[in-house]
T-cell receptor, first 111, second 113 residues
Framework: DAKTTQPPSMDCAEGRAANLPCNHS???????VYWYRQIHSQGPQYIIH???NNETNEMASLIITEDRKSSTLILPHATLRDTAVYYC????????????FGSGTKLNVKP | DAGVTQSPTHLIKTRGQHVTLRCSPI?????VSWYQQVLGQGPQFIFQ???????GRGNFPDRFSARQFPNYSSELNVNALLLGDSALYLC????????????FGPGTRLLVL
């Protein structure tokens, strides 16, 4: 599976958009980009995933560059409850599906 | 609908002991994966089971074993506990189809003294 690079931490003001970057320059054509977040040592929570098109759901938007070497997770209106560690993961579809987690980005949403 | 459940929530053991952790997947899900998360790091893959068969194993010693039952629940067993086994153990379930999303439980916090 391709490796990902994320900044260790980011700050965001409450109510503003949080843009979390992820580099995955060695991604292959059959690898999906997944985002999870983990709040205070709870289990990771699924946010969104995509292959090459931009995706949006009720939680966030995922923007994948045309060359697929990087992506950005956007939380449109960050709240204090969005403070968490955000993991960007690329996953190849194989005979089983396992995730390789990196260290993630600690997002601090401040009032 | 109930999500993934894990038991116990917390556990304290001493070195050399054995521990069994349990996981119940989301109803209808046939695949269970186990992860270990040491403090300050991301989760590390241990095992995946599908239809009661091991489908994948991470880089963990043979002291770690698991199994899946006919009702798709699963147990993770760790023998001869070491201090370094202290971690949050996470279970994730999915329906087993290729490309499906994994959903995580709250985890079991294991402390080895």
């Amino acid at each position: 599976d391709a490796k990902t690079t994320q900044p260790p931490s980011m700050d965001c003001a409450e109510g503003r958009a949080a843009n979390l970057p992820c580099n995955h320059s060695t991604i292959s054509g059959n690898e999906y980009v997944y985002w999870y977040r983990q709040i205070h040592s709870q289990g990771p929570q699924y946010i969104i995933h995509g292959l090459k098109n931009n995706e949006t759901n009720e939680m966030a938007s995922l923007i994948i560059t045309e060359d697929r070497k990087s992506s950005t997770l956007i939380l449109p209106h960050a709240t204090l409850r969005d403070t968490a560690v955000y993991y960007c993961i690329v996953r190849v579809l194989g005979n089983f599906n396992k995730f390789y987690f990196g260290s993630g980005t600690k997002l601090n949403v401040k009032p | 609908d109930a999500g993934v459940t894990q038991s116990p929530t917390h556990l304290i053991k001493t070195r050399g002991q054995h521990v069994t952790l349990r996981c119940s997947p989301i109803s209808g899900h046939k695949s269970v994966s186990w992860y270990q998360q040491v403090l300050g790091q991301g989760p590390q893959f241990i095992f995946q089971y599908y239809e009661k068969e091991e489908r994948g194993r991470g880089n963990f010693p043979d002291r770690f074993s698991a199994r899946q039952f006919p009702n798709y629940s699963s147990e993770l067993n760790v023998n001869a506990l070491l201090l370094g086994d202290s971690a949050l153990y996470l279970c994730a379930s999915s329906d087993g189809r290729e490309g499906e999303t994994q959903y995580f439980g709250p985890g079991t916090r294991l402390l080895v003294l």
